[in-house]
C-alpha cells in the first residue's frame, strides 16, 4: 500500500470516529450565575486567526478558514410540578452546573486544489497551529482520489459583527425563577382532573461563531435561541390522549412572555369542563371504535380536529364557542405533527373520519 494511501485511510477513520460522536461528549457543566459568556470583539481571536491563515499559507495552501464556536444549552422540565430535568443538550444534572458549553475551532484548507479539514476542542495558540498543519495534510492525502481542482466563487471580504437583538438575557434569570414558573404552568394544566400528566419545559441556546478568511474577512455573531413546550396528558374512561403546544424562536427570554405560557396552558384540554372532555371523547361511535376529537380552545373559538374513527361533533357544553376549520394545508392545533392532524379535504374539516 502506497504510504500517502494509507496516510490518507488514516486520517479519514481518525476523522469518522470523531465525527460519529455526539456534541456533548464534549461539553463541561458551567454555572450560569458565575460565569457570564465573553464579551465580543476579543483581540486574541483576530491575533490567532492570523497566525492560523499565515501558518496554512507557509504550507501552500491556496485557500483557508478558520471558526472558533461556543455554544452553550440549557434545557428545564417540571412535571406535575416536580423538577424532570435540568441540564444542557446531553440532559440531566451536571456537576457544578446546571447547562453544558462546548467550545473549539475548526480549520479548512485547500491544497492542491483538494479540500482538508481538521478540529479540536483545545483552543490556544499551538494547538491551532498543530490543527492547521493537520488539515493541511488531510488535503494532501486526499489528492490521491482527486478528479479535479476545487474552484472558489469570488467573494468580498467583511469585517462585521451581527447578533440576534434580545430584551433579556436568559442566562442572567435565576434557575429558581423559571423552574417556578414551569411549576406555575403544570398546576394551570393540572386544574383539570382529568389530566394525569402536565409536562412544562423550556430551552435556551447562546451560539457565538468567530470565522476568518484568507480573502480578509473576519465575521463574529451571536445567536440566541428559546423554546417552550407544554404537553397534557388526559383520561377519560379508556380514552388517553396527549396534547403538545410547541414554540421556538431567535430570541431572548422575553419570548416566553410572549407566547404567554400559563394562558396556553389554560387554552387547551385544561380549559374543558370535565363533563365536556367525556362527551367529546365519547360521543357518536359505534360500538369497538374509539372516537378520536380534539377540542381546542383558542382566541378565535374551538377547534375540532379529527383522528381515526367515526363522524363526531361537537359536544353541546361547547356550543357557546363558534367552530372554524383549519386554514387550507394547516392543522388548527400549535402543536408538534401529529398523523391525525394532518390537512385535511374540504368535507372533511371539523370530522373524525379519513
Not at 116 to 138: C, H, M, N, Q
Not at 142 to 167: F, G, T
Not at 252 to 259: H, I, P, S
Not at 314 to 319: C, I, K, L, R, V
Amino acid at each position: 500500500m502506497h504510504p500517502s494511501r494509507r496516510k490518507f485511510l488514516q486520517t479519514l477513520s481518525t476523522g469518522a470516529l470523531a465525527a460519529g460522536m455526539p456534541r456533548w461528549a464534549y461539553a463541561r457543566a458551567f454555572d450560569p450565575s458565575r460565569e457570564q459568556a465573553p464579551p465580543t470583539r476579543d483581540p486574541k481571536y483576530r491575533d490567532w486567526s492570523s497566525a492560523a491563515l499565515a501558518e496554512a499559507k507557509r504550507l501552500g495552501c491556496s485557500y483557508a478558514d478558520i471558526r472558533f464556536t461556543r455554544n452553550r444549552a440549557q434545557n428545564i422540565a417540571v412535571r406535575n410540578g416536580q423538577i424532570m430535568r435540568v441540564g444542557g443538550a446531553g440532559g440531566g444534572f451536571g456537576p457544578g452546573g446546571d447547562a453544558t458549553e462546548t467550545y473549539g475551532f475548526g480549520v479548512r484548507v485547500i491544497h492542491g486544489g483538494v479540500w482538508g479539514f481538521a478540529s479540536s476542542p483545545l483552543v490556544t495558540p499551538e494547538e491551532i497551529k498543530r490543527v492547521t498543519g493537520i488539515a493541511t495534510d488531510v488535503a494532501r492525502a486526499s489528492a490521491v482520489a482527486k478528479k479535479r481542482d476545487v474552484q472558489l466563487a469570488p467573494a468580498p471580504a467583511y469585517d462585521e459583527l451581527w447578533q440576534v437583538p434580545i430584551q433579556k438575557d436568559p442566562w442572567e434569570v435565576p434557575l429558581e425563577e423559571k423552574i417556578e414558573m414551569l411549576r406555575g404552568v403544570t398546576a394551570t394544566m393540572q386544574k383539570n382532573p382529568s389530566v394525569l400528566f402536565a409536562v412544562a419545559s423550556v430551552g435556551f441556546e447562546h451560539e457565538w461563531k468567530y470565522l476568518a478568511t484568507s480573502e480578509g474577512s473576519f465575521i463574529e455573531q451571536v445567536f440566541h435561541f428559546t423554546n417552550c413546550n407544554l404537553d397534557a396528558t388526559a383520561r377519560t374512561g379508556s380514552q388517553v390522549k396527549t396534547r403538545s403546544y410547541d414554540r421556538l424562536a431567535a430570541s431572548g427570554y422575553e419570548f416566553l412572555a410572549q407566547v404567554d405560557l400559563p394562558g396556553a396552558a389554560a387554552d387547551g384540554w385544561c380549559a374543558l369542563p370535565p363533563d365536556t372532555l367525556t362527551k367529546a371523547l365519547t360521543a357518536s361511535r359505534p360500538a369497538g371504535r374509539a372516537a378520536a376529537v380534539w377540542l381546542v380552545r383558542v382566541p378565535v373559538g374551538i377547534w375540532v380536529c379529527g383522528g381515526r374513527g367515526p363522524a363526531s361533533r361537537a359536544p353541546a357544553g361547547a356550543a357557546a364557542w363558534t367552530f372554524h376549520p383549519a386554514p387550507p394545508g394547516h392543522c388548527a392545533m400549535p402543536h408538534t405533527p401529529h398523523d391525525e392532524c394532518r390537512p385535511r379535504r374540504p368535507h372533511q374539516q371539523g370530522r373524525t373520519g379519513k
